[in-house]
DNA sequence: GTGAAACGGAGGACAACGCTCCGTTTCAAG
DNA sequence: CTTGAAACGGAGCGTTGTCCTCCGTTTCAC
């Protein structure tokens, strides 16, 4: 592969990333190759269509998260400094505000995207198991509140407020967060659901009930 | 007025709301029609263009929360808990959710517009001073971080999750988050926004500096 | 009972986007 | 340096989806 190829390729890969984390998955394609520097042929050179597109970016995200999941665990002894460690490395990613724009433009069914997203959420859900077992993650806060919330927090904020410092803020109110998982804490109502719970969502077919 | 008429009003408005706070200032008129149940025609009667049904649903929505807001502060002699209920009541308004989607299909600076945002905002922010005053509210977390925390909470997850779940979803995180704001603190860093930052933020000519 | 007001939906005009084609440029091996 | 294969850019055509109007039909209220 030449060169500028694979230059161009890793640069088409980051447009899509944070124009779909922006505007979700129905972002013109000119506006990525734009955005990226290239022409809208070189686009569709490497990508057949927008299908592929998405899902070069989702298994780039995907694989990047497991890693930091990995790297979070072995680098901390203390549990919830891990999975602090790890939030704070997904926001940097952007996985979190990717994934849910192409839920529902992409089959993660299919078993290369489905092996990576079960991958990427055991690692996570390691992280949040531990932090319980050490008691200093609420027992009624499962993995799926802290993902749902890395979610709410990595979205880009709407409004005509300069790219950086909504960055910025994504930052302070992750910690806000993390602050607040912290702290003492009174019974918390509504859904507890686990990662199970959340795959049986996606389909609701399998042996789980409703 | 017709009471078939007013009634449609009613179901017009209601209807925009729930889309523009799921599908952006962008959705077609034409999906906000069906679902209030009256034909593409009536919406057209009575709003001239998009842009006069996004006024319509703002300034409702602006002025359910200021109410909602002065109730909070009348109800709730403890300054946090009444905090707690105004947080709780924007979340069932959806304000937060359709605010932010049209902050760039619509001039917030029209006088009747102005007007209304001023005086929501006001009433919220003398919620956030008066937790301060208590101490009850770490004196780091600003207006801007408990608005915009609202924001992320408010709006709804996208993934093929059925309305109901997403909101129990929201109603869920709004609690996590209220019990985290409660707790004891460490420093929080990042940008600490005062609603005078925000609106300067908006008006990028006003007196204070960028 | 009656007429004015409100209604629904088909359809033409228009804008935006997807994707292809082809002449031009860039790389790297001999 | 030469050379040809590979990569590139962008104009342009076809299609899709949305806006908004027009007009025959229905509903309300006096």
């Not at 880009?156 to 950086?164: A, H, I």
């Amino acid at each position: 592969m030449r060169a500028d190829a694979r230059r161009n390729l890793e640069q088409l890969l980051a447009a899509a990333r944070d124009l779909v984390a922006e505007k979700g998955a129905g972002v013109a394609l000119d506006e990525v190759a734009h955005r990226a520097g290239v022409g809208i042929a070189t686009l569709y050179r490497r990508f057949p269509d927008r299908s592929a597109l998405l899902r070069g970016v989702v298994l780039d995200a995907l694989e990047q998260t497991r890693l930091a999941a990995e790297q979070a665990a072995e680098e901390h002894d203390d549990a919830f400094e891990a999975l602090a460690a790890y939030l704070r490395a997904a926001l940097e990613l952007r996985v979190s505000a990717v994934i849910p724009q192409v839920l529902d433009a992409l089959d993660l069914d299919e078993p290369e995207l489905a092996t990576a997203c079960e991958a990427s959420a055991r690692a996570t859900e390691r992280l949040v198991d531990a932090a319980h077992e050490a008691d200093s993650l609420p027992a009624d806060v499962t993995f799926a509140d802290v993902g749902m919330m890395l979610v709410r927090i990595a979205r880009p904020l709407p409004g005509p407020m300069p790219e950086e410092l909504k960055h910025e803020l994504a930052r302070r109110h992750l910690e806000l967060f993390i602050r607040g998982l912290g702290g003492e804490h009174r019974s918390l109502d509504g859904p507890e659901l686990s990662r199970a719970d959340l795959a049986d969502l996606a389909h609701p077919g399998n042996t789980l009930s409703g």
